[in-house]
């Protein structure tokens, strides 16, 4: 670990043999060993050694993936318009005899000697169109599921009976991780209220590009 190389300064948390060995490359408090071993009490002993203060805004104010602290908000009817979008086949199964027409547009038609005893094949489906929507400030791509950056937006990972019973989302603009208000806020209320003295607000607020 060469701390040294870093351009912002490096803090290591460890257990066991691992601690000894890594701390010696640390410089003085830049290496704690935890001892404890509920989740809950190792926190604590976290946010105690480095004098950590948490704030009602920091619950859930980073991503879990990048790390990253600016978010979309998207209502889940537009969530849902994407999911459909991006589950529908990538490829066609076509029976033997069919071939591309000459005109590069995707098309498809029967040659002169179609034979339907012929194998199936596969064929990518025609790439879809675009269709942009402006959201706080960012631009969406229904049809794709991504946003103006180039981030897609991780919609294959929300299961569509999640989407319909949610209000709104949360879009990493990072890294296109979704999140909504689920259990676990209810459960990350309670565990902050209880562990960190923190009390957030009943909904997040996440922050804007």
Known sequence: LESEKCKVPVYVLS???PFQMISKEMPPGHCLQIKREKVE???????KYFNV?????????RCVICNGDK???????ILKTMKEEVSKPKVMLLPGGYESSSE????????????????????????REEKWMEFEG???????????????????????NVIEQTVEFWICITCGKVYWQGTHWKK???????????YPKPSPSPKNQ
């Not at 203060?53 to 104010?61: F, N, Q, R, V, W």
């Not at 978010?71 to 009817?77: A, E, F, N, S």
């Not at 990350?188 to 923190?198: D, E, I, R």
């Open 15 to 17: 257990r066991g043999n």
């Open 41 to 47: 009490e190792q926190i604590n002993e976290v946010f």
């Open 53 to 61: 203060k948490a704030k009602e805004g920091d619950l859930m104010s």
């Open 71 to 77: 978010y979309l908000k998207l209502p889940g009817h």
């Open 104 to 127: 590069d547009d995707g098309n498809l038609s029967f040659s002169n000697d179609f034979d339907t005893s012929e194998d199936e094949f596969a064929v990518p489906v025609p790439s």
């Open 138 to 160: 960012c631009k969406v791509d229904l049809l794709n599921a991504k946003m103006e950056n180039g981030v897609k937006i991780g919609v294959d990972a929300v299961h569509m």
């Open 188 to 198: 990350a209320q309670k565990w902050a209220a209880n562990t960190l003295n923190v």
